[in-house]
């Protein structure tokens, strides 16, 4: 699960980190591909883990794809609380992975379906979400059915 908070993010430099949320914030996520063996990553890292290359692409995914599978969590690990979107049940909320059509996973919250309309490789879009909880802005990725 990508979750972000704007004043603690370690993993890229500082200076990908405000591209990146840039992006987020336009409602346009990014992945990376590895210029050396090609392996895609979301969310980005520094090293490729097939080949240890640091050199990456960023591209602009497009947002849609297929689910690829989902759960439903009925209890949230307690460091995860102040990060689930003010917008969803607390208990008994759904995430899942879908595959987009560049072929990277995107996992997300799953908005607006219950567990029983929820089908493997139905279309998706992933979107990004930011919302602000104990004075902190956070983004994270919602996914959206495309009917
Ligand atoms: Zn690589």
């Keep these: 699960m990508i979750i972000i908070e ?13 591209d990146f949320v840039n992006f987020l914030e336009k409602g346009k996520i990014i992945g990376t591909i590895c210029k050396k063996c090609g392996k895609k990553y979301f969310p980005s890292v520094t090293d490729c883990r097939k080949c240890l290359s640091n ?13 690829e ?17 003010p917008s969803y049940n607390f208990n008994h909320y759904l995430i899942g992975i879908i595959k987009t059509n560049e072929g990277f996973r995107v996992m997300g ?10 089908e493997i490789g139905m279309d998706m879009k992933c979107k990004p979400l930011i ?16 009917k």
Excluded at 6 to 18: C, D, G, Q, R, Y
Excluded at 69 to 85: A, C, E, G, H, K
């Design 131 to 146: 919302f602000n909880r104990r004075g902190r802005k956070r983004v994270t990725i919602e996914l959206i059915p495309l």
């Design 109 to 118: 919250w799953i908005r607006g379906l219950k567990l029983e309309d929820i």
């Design 6 to 18: 704007f004043e603690a993010f370690s993993i890229l430099s500082h200076t990908k980190v405000n």
């Design 55 to 67: 050199q990456f692409e960023w591209v602009e995914l497009d947002n849609k794809g297929k689910l």
């Design 69 to 85: 599978t989902f759960t439903m969590i009925s209890v949230p690990p307690s460091r995860v609380q102040d990060y689930i979107p």
